[in-house]
Every structure is written in structure tokens, then in C-alpha cells.
């Protein structure tokens, strides 16, 4: 029986762990969650789960769920709030397991404190690989925790990597959808709307990483997580266009084999693999290979996903441009939902964050959030001062 502690419960993520839960009932238990700010499906979690510890972002959102609780007659469920309760969470000494789902670096400290205990983590934030991959890695390795990838192409690319020795690797290919823009006319890029980039073909997700595969900035974070993950440098990572989203991704070997997973595109499957690793258990999301016509892989295209081109530049130089490429993301993703700079305004403020960015590899997570602000003021300041 593996005991999980569950950060960022309410995302689809989370909730998506709890119906494997559900379904296994026999392998799975929750020991804690971290819930963020949805009180009504905290207490809802709450209650069906039973947890120690349930964690809010704010002292006076975990009142609420408290006052609840008592109401409702639950006992035994300790409520935390804030940083220091989703690392409650996280090193929980009964939690075998941690999923690591909360969007953004705010999950980040709780993810190192889980490592630093020896618990074994589900990625599922990219963010934290990003931002501090180089200090998750090396802890981990130090204390032989595994990570296992939920992000689905890395956990595509971690099914792969089985078939081979590290050194037997030669490319690793995410595949992406190229978003809804992969068409688009160029001329057309500067009036893109908001509600035309929250349309994503193939996966319905949170608004930030629907806006990132528009632009393309997710597949770029995402060849930064795999250069952490994996132990690869970014020359060997390359971004193949698939817009079926049936292959997960590829791992070519020297000998010139390239093994593709293939699966239903449901979040379910990588979690599980995560959880149950190196288990595989009978689950009932079958592929329908019947259905399958066609695989199209085309080259991206640097000119029209700019956000691409700056992500490998990132990955290259690592450490504080990692963290500046995902922090002025975040901070220009939220001016383009509120109309401020148009869709084109994205790359153009990342790349003048990242031209202001001085060579830097913080050593610890202190180190990282101090980056990761200054990079999010940076934005800001370039961003009002445009205006
Ligand atoms: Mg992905």
C-alpha cells in the first residue's frame, strides 16, 4: 500500500490522482493534501479521503475549512495553510509517495523538502524542473529518490529510456501538438485573442499552459525539464510537430532505433505509470489502434514559435536564464489574458528579460526564488514601462 501526499489536490492533476485512488483502492491510500484555494473541494477531499493533514494557501482559508470540518463532524484531519503546510504535506513521515502538482514555483520548496527526506516524487510541475532541476537532480541522486515524470512526454520518454543505457542515447524527441497557431498566417500572429489561444486541439488544460502551447513556450520548458530529468545536454533534445498527439514522445539510439510510446491522451496513464513504477498494473485506458491513420511529424517552425528558439537558448546557458525564461512567461502570459500586449508581446518581453539576465547558477532554493523574482519584476517594470 503506497500512501500518497497529494500537492495542488483540487488541479486536474490532482484530481485525476485521486480517481486512480478510487480505482485501486488496494495500492493506493492519501496521507495529505495541499489544496491551494478551492475550500469547497478541499472539504469535499477532505471528508471522502479522510487525510492527516489538508493543506490551504492562507491561514484564514484553512479557518474556513476548520469551522467546516467541525460542522460536518470530521475529526483527525489537521488543517496547515501557506508554504510551511504544503511542505507538512510533503514530508509527512506516513506519505510513501508525493505527487508534485502545484502549477509555478510555489510547489517548489515542498518538492525539495520531499527529496530531502527520500521520498519519492510524481512530477507533474515542470516549473520546478525548470527553475531548479539542477539542485532536484542532484539531491535526488544523492539520496537514490527516484522522479518520475508526469508531464507526458517526459514520462513518455521515461517509458522509452528503458529499452537503453544512458550512454546508448542519441536524441530525444518530444512531440507537439504546434497548438492551434501552426497554421496561422505570420501576418496574422499580432491579433491573435485570448479566446482563440485558450482553444487547444488535443488536451483541455489549466489557462497558462494552454496560452505556453500556443506559443510554444511549454515544449520549450519541457526541453529544459528533459535536459534536467534525463541527464542530457539541450543538443540532444529536439521538437518534433505531431499534431495527432498519439505519439508521447521518442528516444533515438546511437544504433540508429527510435523507440515512441503510444497511449490514450488522458493524464490517468502517465500518473499511474508514476505511481505504480516499476510496476505496470491493468488499467482499462486502451488505445483503439484501429483508429489510427496517420503519424505526421514536421519541424517546428523557429520563425513563427520565437518563445522555441529562446527556450533552447535558455536551456544552454541554464541556471538564471532557466528560471528568467519561465518567471517573465508567467508575468507576460498574465498581461496578454488581460489584454495588455498582444499575443506577438509574449516573446518580444521574455527575450528583453532574458537579454537583462546575467549569467548566474544559484546554489540553493532560496537562491532560485530570489531569481525567480527578480526576473518577475524585470518583466513588470519592462512591461508598464511599454505601455
Ligand atoms: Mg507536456
Known sequence: MKRLAILGSTGSIGQSTLSIVEQFPERYAVASLAA????????????RWRPRVVSLATAELAGELSARLRKAGVSGVEVANGTAGTIACATLPEADFVVSAIVGVAGLEATHAAILKGKPVGLANKECMVAAGEI?????RERNVPILPIDSEHNAVHQCLRVGEHNEVKTIWLT???????QLPLDQFESITPEQALKHPTWVMGRRITIDSATMLNKGLEVIEACRLFDVTPAQVRVTIHPQSTVHSMVEFVDGS???QISVTDMRLPILYALAWPERPKSTLTFDLAALRRLDFEEP???????????????EKGGAHSIALNAADEVAVGAFLERRIPFTGIPRTIEKVLAATPEAHPAT??????????????ARALLAQSQ
Open 301 to 315: 517552425d523557429f520563425e513563427r514559435f520565437p518563445c522555441l528558439r529562446l527556450a533552447f537558448e535558455a536551456a
Open 136 to 140: 532536484l537532480t542532484a539531491a535526488a
Open 365 to 378: 532554493i532560496a537562491e532560485v526564488l530570489a531569481s525567480d523574482e527578480e526576473a518577475r519584476e524585470l
Open 176 to 182: 507537439a501538438s504546434g497548438g492551434p497557431f501552426r
Open 258 to 260: 527510435i523507440m515512441a
Open 36 to 47: 491551494g484555494r478551492n475550500v469547497d473541494e478541499a472539504f469535499a477531499q477532505a471528508v
